[in-house]
């Protein structure tokens, strides 16, 4: 089980039109808290969106991911 103790998301302009392809990596798994970051790109252009990065989330309580 896996709650979402923090999860913070900076929208620094809107979305190009298109696909939008997320990458999602996983920076630190502990006992009971595990921290990852996301970073968006777009399908058009491949390369970073305005809207780039970077919702972090933190996960307390995690038995698994």
């Known amino acids: 089980m896996?709650?979402?103790?923090?999860l913070n998301i900076n929208f620094l302009a809107k979305a190009i039109p298109g696909d939008l392809?997320?990458?999602a990596?996983?920076?630190k798994l502990g006992?009971?808290?595990a921290v990852g970051s996301?970073?968006?790109?777009?399908q058009v252009s491949?390369?970073?969106s305005p809207m780039?990065?970077?919702p972090t989330l933190?996960?307390?309580g995690v038995d698994s991911v």
């Open 58 to 60: 933190f996960l307390r």
């Open 2 to 6: 896996a709650v979402t103790s923090s």
């Open 25 to 27: 990596e996983l920076i």
């Open 31 to 33: 006992k009971r808290l």
């Open 52 to 54: 780039q990065r970077v």
């Open 38 to 42: 996301v970073e968006f790109t777009s």
């Open 21 to 23: 392809i997320a990458d």
């Open 46 to 48: 491949r390369t970073r």
